[in-house]
């Protein structure tokens, strides 16, 4: 066998991970005239956004605050896409919050090709400069480490061993799974805590690295009724039927009752492919959500009836739901990871099989097999997703590691998150959203306050350049339930990317930075003339 010849780059900036978190580190570095190389596993970048068909997710004040004025570009751009190029009816094209798949979980669920489409857009100029670079289906094969500091990064192409090492002088990780925090050693910690360990009132008793959320292989579908378009059998169809996760409390996963929450009761879900709503009368205030939430508009991506008559047949669903949360084992830090992977994929296969053949319908029949995938939605040659969504990755022993007495309501009698002196950002999210475990626990969901993203939860405590830049900062296992989501992860990045950016220009590094109050302040005025919001308005609650 030929040993490939190992080619090499050399950069300012590396962003290993292509996500929200690390465009929005890209766009940021660049900005401040810094020279940035961008690596990406799939075929898209976006993330969680686009290669995952995880449509916007975000907090009931989003219109107005709570969010970077790049994001609310990117917002914006999804908008226009579909103001200037969909047949829209006359008041969908009027709506100045349009939601193009009318979904009760986001006031922006849109296809993942238009906000692909937009996102290649703003970092289109900087493309054009020569000041930023995406490698796309590269994935991280290794990390080169000289003491306290990443020197490079050893990347490969689809299948193939690593060909190619970039140089840097500071590197992000934005990655999915925490790549270059797990292969540089970077001192990190997976799954649960203790509440030794956190002092949060909900943690449990033990600690488990290998209990981490459960991961969720999304996949888009119309429906077609009178045609059927039932998938092969999948081979482990019969497991997935039957499967009772411990998570589940003895009942099946495949039902259209959910696992239930720690001390709550269970959620009785309904799926009508053929929803006749009122696009306009979503609510997407999560506080409001029934007991017996519907399935089919949760995740919409296409509501027909916003757009011209026969323009679309059907509306367009992604599907990630509690039937497709596979808590079967994690998908890293574990010898058998491989094998989970395939797992929350054949899970999501048999959830598909199952609404078509064996699904309970309303009208007593079952199944509906007129369900079909989509892959030009998902761009696979399946319809499900490039990549699974992945709620936990590794989680970095950062300078401050935000805990759950900092955030959440009940534990904050003066009904305000904690203010951190080095606040880079800002957060929200209608819960401490906690899915069933590979541990056999169920869901959570406490009440967190509007929050603020701490400087120094980006920076390890040993390593001096390297940051991390999505949701591998440094949070809890609970409080990563709020600082995962899409605004979130955006800021994060974004913040990351312009600390990298000034340290590159100004020579002092991240520690630095941290140790210092007039450099923060000089951080914090530059983050503000960006557009970056530091604060919540005073006294906004939950």
Sequence with gaps: MTTPIMREMRTDILICGGGLGGIAAALAAARHGARVVVTEPTRWIGGQLTNQLVPLDE??????????????????????????????TDRAQAQAHLNPGAAWVSPISAEPRVALAVLEAMIAPF?????????????????????????????????????????????????????????????????????????????????DPLDMQSATWVFAVDHRP???HTIDRPPDYDFYRDWR?????????????????????????????????DPYAIDTDHRHMPSNPELWNYRRVIAKQLFAPGAFDSDIVLMNCPQNDYTGGPLFAVPDAARHWTGAKDLAAAFLYWLQTEAPRPDGGTGWPGLRLRPDVAGTADGFAMMPYVRESRRLQALYTIVEQDVSEPHRPDGQAAHYADSVGVGHYYWLDRHATTGGRGGAADRPLPFQIPLRSLIPRRVRNLLAACKNIGTTQITNGCYRLHPVEWSIGEAAGVVAALAVAQGHEPHQMAERADLVADLQRA???DGVQLRWPPGLGY
Excluded: C, M
């Excluded at 995406?134 to 490969?156: M, P």
């Excluded at 061993?161 to 999915?176: G, H, Q, S």
């Design 527 to 529: 983050l503000t003339q």
């Design 245 to 277: 996760p411990p998570a589940w409390g003895g009942r099946r996963i495949l039902d259209f009752v959910g696992p239930g929450e720690e001390g709550g009761s269970r959620r009785h879900y309904q799926f009508h492919p053929d929803l006749d709503d």
């Design 127 to 207: 493309q054009a400069q020569g000041r930023l670079t995406v490698l796309l289906e590269r994935e991280v094969a290794g990390v080169i480490v000289d003491g306290d500091k990443v020197r490079a990064v050893e990347l490969s192409g689809p299948g193939s061993a690593a060909d190619l090492v970039v140089e840097a002088d500071y590197v992000l990780d934005a990655t999915e799974l925490g790549d270059v925090i797990g292969l540089g050693r970077v001192e990190h910690v997976t799954g649960r805590e203790s509440q030794a360990l956190t002092g949060e009132p909900s943690a449990p008793a033990t600690a």
């Design 59 to 88: 907090h009931r004040r989003i219109e107005s605050t709570g969010a970077n004025a790049s994001y609310r570009r990117l917002r914006a751009g999804i908008r226009d896409h579909y103001r200037q190029w969909y047949p829209l």
């Design 226 to 228: 009178g045609e059927d």
